[in-house]
């Protein structure tokens, strides 16, 4: 295969660039239109034939734009005689829909993994997908990549004498249960049901929390309702202070300044997986060199298994 050529979408500019800088490679320009009749169109300006492509474009806010961005470029590269593309997408927002728990919905998770791979995608990189069996829906293979070591790394410069990690739900325990493995830390975790997208119920914490200085840990925090119903219950069952992580730091609405404002939450950490506002209690942590270096292992045909064990 010839050389990498990065191309980034609109959707999240400073990750594509830092994972650039990484790679020590060049950011291909791409020129994105908009027609009168509200269409897009996309030019890649670099050559492609025979190129390892990847493309970089988390599906965040505006997704649905985002998404047709990013198979407009799948398809253009493969169009241009790309010798191989790799969609790098390191928020896969349709995850969250992948299973049919209501009468007649849809699954997007499986339906928009079917339109990357009809839009060219042969290759999928991606970080912490909402569930295992997110994976199963592409038919072409997936490097699934999570953030546990770059959220570990932060907290092992605290003092984690009296810490303990919690995840909201036994669906993210195993998750969290190697977070702690890393820190060597008691793991808990919440009896939760989602009733809707905005409400949720944690009816308790299995492990006890009482005194403790609790991690919670999350793959992602969106309107923040999970963690918000999660640090009520700590505050009955008598945590003595909450730090909050996620990898997607997705902070929809006034989201993260009332986590920010929330009483016993000391920090907030995520990752870039997502573009974030800044905030004094928020810590975002990099995945880029994460990123750059699964890119570079999965161009020179090396194992990226080393970077998603947990
Ligand atoms: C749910 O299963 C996930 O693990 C997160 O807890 C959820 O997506 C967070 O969303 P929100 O912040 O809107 O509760």
Known sequence: ???IAVFGGSAHPALTAEICAYLNVPQRPVLLKRFANDCMEVQLQSNC????????QPLVKPVQEHL?????????????SAGRVTAVIPHYAYGRSDKKDAPRISIGGRLVADLLVTAG????????????QVHGFFSVPVDHLHALRELAGHFGNHDLSNAMVVSPDLGYAKSAAAF????????????KERISDTEVRITAIIGDVSGRDVIVLDDEISRGTTVFEL?????????????????????????LEKLAAAEGVTEIVCTNSAPVAEHPKLTVLSVAPALAEAISRIH???SVSSLFDQ
């Open 300 to 302: 020179d045909g090396e």
């Open 121 to 132: 995608v042969n290759r999928v990189l991606t970080l912490n997908l909402h569930s295992p």
């Open 180 to 191: 702690a493995r890393r820190l060597g830390l008691p793991v808990a975790a919440g009896a």
């Open 1 to 3: 295969m010839r050389e």
């Open 231 to 255: 640090l009520e219950r700590l505050r009955e069952e008598g945590a003595r202070s909450v730090a909050v992580a996620c990898t997607h730091g997705l902070f929809a609405g006034d989201a």
């Open 49 to 56: 034939r025979e190129r390892d492509v990847f493309i970089i």
């Open 68 to 80: 047709i961005e990013l198979l407009l470029m799948s398809d253009a590269a493969r169009g241009a």
